[in-house]
């Protein structure tokens, strides 16, 4: 049960340096206090300008984000071309990001204005659990990704085609996984609390007790180290068995005295070769986006610096920056996206549509796709 922040480590507060300091905290409403760590009480209030350069910036993910996750879910699901087992985890992907940034950036954007959390202790457990659930989403759905691209690319003919019934009942562990993660601070394990800036909440990382640690760990584990691991072995044997099929292929055009040989089944392997370097760029782009966010949890349980409320914004507009990534991916490298982007919304358009049999994005293709059930 939380009490209240404890000052007992802190020589200032019993007149070290006197109780007439300005803090960071001296803004929070009084009903937040008891959700507020005492380390916060040792920094100075933030530049106000850092709060309106974060909350411009929050403000402008989240248009972006809203706007290109949308686009990319309304397209996906409305071009036939494109509603494939598959691609259901790309729509899933982007509805996560989508959700992630319209139910974060607003209220992010209110309290920067503010300089402070005012929207109350429930909101604030809300935002911190949305926040982790599209975050658990995304990153499980990246790893859903990967996983099928293991059995299409590495297993080929050998492998069970994934269908529409097989991509909705690995969605639903994706958001059950979640949901059972991100609900577990709201009954006791671990708690979601403001942030050092005081404008966003999340898990609590600074509490000495094992129960809240223990949290930060198993959760990093489950959320961040498993899938990262997964994704990292199946890309691993993906880029394998590319690289030993383009040899073969090339060993075979010299027997042929040819220069290469454009068949479709080496058309297809070039596509899966630009494909998992797609893949790989946007996971990458996520782990880039949340590391920082993990860095900063692992260093406040395992108390290895100091932690300043300015750098709990850079773990925050890393994390929600990932949101926008996606969409961008989409545009740039996905044929068919682009093609029917160029018939919907031509201004948006920034190239004409190539010729491309195999679309090549986050890691989804249509290979094969006439063997596989609509």
Not at 122 to 139: P, V
Not at 163 to 175: D, G, P, Q
């Amino acid at each position: 049960m939380y009490s209240g922040p404890n000052f007992n480590n802190y020589g200032w507060a019993s007149g070290a340096h006197g109780m007439s300091n300005m803090t960071v905290v001296d803004k929070v409403p009084p009903e937040m206090l008891f959700m507020v760590d005492a380390h916060w009480y040792q920094f100075p209030p933030m530049n106000p300008l850092w709060h309106s350069i974060l909350g411009f910036v929050i403000a402008m993910l989240g248009i972006v984000s809203v706007c290109g996750n949308g686009m990319v879910i309304y397209i996906f699901s409305t071009t036939k071309t494109l509603r494939t087992p598959s691609n259901l985890f790309v729509v899933n992907l982007a509805f996560s990001d989508f959700l992630m940034m319209f139910t974060m950036s607003p209220p992010m954007v209110i309290n920067c204005y503010y300089e402070t959390w005012v929207l109350g202790p429930l909101m604030c457990e809300l935002y911190g659990l949305f926040g982790s659930i599209f975050g658990c989403a995304s990153i499980w759905t990246m790893m859903m990704i990967a996983v099928d691209r293991y059995n299409v690319i590495v297993k080929g003919l050998s492998a069970k085609p994934m269908t529409n019934k097989k991509a909705m009942l690995m969605i639903f562990l994706v958001w059950l996984n979640a949901a059972i993660w991100t609900v577990l601070p709201m009954v006791g394990w671990n708690r979601y609390v403001p942030e050092g800036n005081m404008t966003a909440c999340g898990t609590d990382y600074l509490s000495k007790d094992w129960l809240s640690r223990s949290y930060i760990l198993v959760y990093s584990f489950f959320v961040y180290f498993f899938p990262l691991l997964v994704i990292i072995y199946s890309y691993f044997f993906i880029v394998q068995a590319v690289a030993a099929h383009e040899k073969q292929m090339r060993e075979q055009a010299k027997k042929m005295n040819v220069a290469s040989l454009r068949s479709a089944e080496a058309s297809n392997t070039s596509a899966e070769c630009k494909l998992a370097k797609v893949a790989l760029m946007t996971i990458a782009l996520w782990f880039f986006a949340w590391t920082p966010y993990l860095a900063i949890n692992y260093t406040g349980i395992f108390q290895g610096a100091s932690i300043s409320p300015l750098a709990t914004i850079w773990g925050s507009v890393f994390a929600k920056a990932n949101a926008v990534y996606n969409p961008i991916v989409y545009g740039i490298s996905h044929p068919k996206y682009r093609a029917a982007l160029m018939k919907r919304f031509p201004t948006l358009a920034c190239a004409p549509p190539q010729d491309d049999t195999a679309s090549a994005v986050s890691g989804v293709t249509n290979l094969s796709e006439e063997k596989v059930p609509a």
